[in-house]
């Protein structure tokens, strides 16, 4: 695989899961089974600007519906996030002076709050769209994009009923995915009508509503929470367990413990200490990424097996399709299948 001198982004805010992660507990999950899926406290968790590998969060969803069965747990999740998720990019959206700024302010810090997707604006003859792109090492499963975006109507409407207006900013919902047996079940969650297979997730706006005026400007306070988000992104420095996984990420075909060692200046016993401190090993990160990055290959049906094999980093097919036994439980031709057909149903 051919490196990038851009990376791709591989980390996302951990407090940003609490809301998801109250209602797991909400439904019976035991705190303790939470704290051994990440290898952290929820203590630790809720640290302020605390940034863990992205591989976690396809962790955690994956683990989210093994233990509820529902999979609309995103959407119930995503419930909970105004009431209980504050940040400094939140409080800026609260104070911009309208959607556009606020969106304008989302656009600008939202990559840093979540890895997985960038934010855009687009506006063209159909009306204004918040587009959702997906860009990170590890791609968003539906319950990590019905997260996000559920979470992000609540906060438009939220800052339409701060103001005293009861007007719907939000025309509409367009998902990429194919339409559920459902449909009407996100329909009723979004509180707005949705568009299966599209070309981008995005929320539909409402072009008048989107540059008016919603409260008294405060640019002072604006600039403070701009300063505030802009040091911390500047001073956020990655932890030992970050640097491994964007070794990883770069290139796992090619990646190696001894090299990642003798490119961070880090005597190998050492640096294994402290990654053991942090929950984690070097063959353990090597095998939660190649398990995430071979759902994403075989959910796609452009690459043989062979050559996901080798960019996984595997000697032999057979080596590949021994991984997929444990992680999924069927070979990776079988894998593939079921979730065509899967997709194809609904």
């Known amino acids: ?28 999950v035991a705190r303790e089974t939470l704290e051994e899926l990440f290898r952290r406290s929820l203590f630790e968790l809720r640290t302020p600007f605390m940034r863990i590998p992205l591989f976690l969060s396809r962790r955690f969803w994956a683990f989210a519906l093994e ?21 400094g990019l939140t409080y800026l959206f609260d104070v911009a002076a309208s959607l556009e700024s606020a969106c304008a302010y989302f656009e600008r810090f939202f990559p840093f709050f979540n890895g997985h997707f960038q934010a855009r604006i687009v506006r ?23 997260y996000i975006l559920i979470s992000l109507c609540s906060m438009l409407r939220r800052k339409f009923l701060a103001s005293g207006l009861e007007r719907d900013p939000i025309l509409g919902v367009s998902l990429s995915w194919a339409r559920t047996a459902d449909p009407e079940n996100h329909e009723q969650a979004f509180r707005a009508p949705v568009q299966w297979a599209q070309p981008h997730h995005a929320i539909r706006l409402d072009p008048q509503l989107f540059v008016a005026a919603l409260t008294p400007g405060n640019h002072e306070l604006e600039q403070t929470l701009v300063e505030l988000l802009e040091q911390t992104r500047r001073n956020s420095e990655p932890t030992l367990l970050e640097q491994v996984s ?20 880090l005597l190998e016993r050492t640096a294994a200490r402290r990654l053991k401190a942090l929950g984690w090993s070097f063959s353990e990160l090597l095998d939660e990424y190649r398990r995430w990055q071979a759902e994403d290959m075989l959910q796609g049906a452009e690459l043989e097996l062979v050559e996901i094999s080798d960019r996984l980093g595997y000697s032999d097919v057979q080596s590949f ?8 439980g069927c070979a990776p031709g079988v894998y593939r299948t079921r979730w065509g057909e899967a997709q194809n149903s609904g």
């Open 321 to 328: 399709n021994r991984a997929c036994s444990r992680w999924f």
């Open 1 to 28: 695989m051919t490196k990038s001198d851009q990376p791709l982004p591989n980390a996302f805010y951990a407090p940003t899961l609490l809301p998801a992660i109250e209602e797991l507990l909400a439904r019976g």
């Open 246 to 265: 964007d070794h990883l990420i770069a290139d796992l075909a090619s990646a190696h413990w001894q090299q990642f060692c003798a490119n961070h200046h």
């Open 124 to 146: 063209d003859n159909q009306g204004v769209e918040l587009r959702l792109l997906d860009y990170g090492s590890l791609k968003a499963s539906a319950p990590i994009t019905d």
């Open 67 to 87: 233990q509820t069965g529902d999979p609309l747990i995103g959407l119930a999740a995503g419930r909970r996030f105004v009431s209980t998720a504050t940040n």
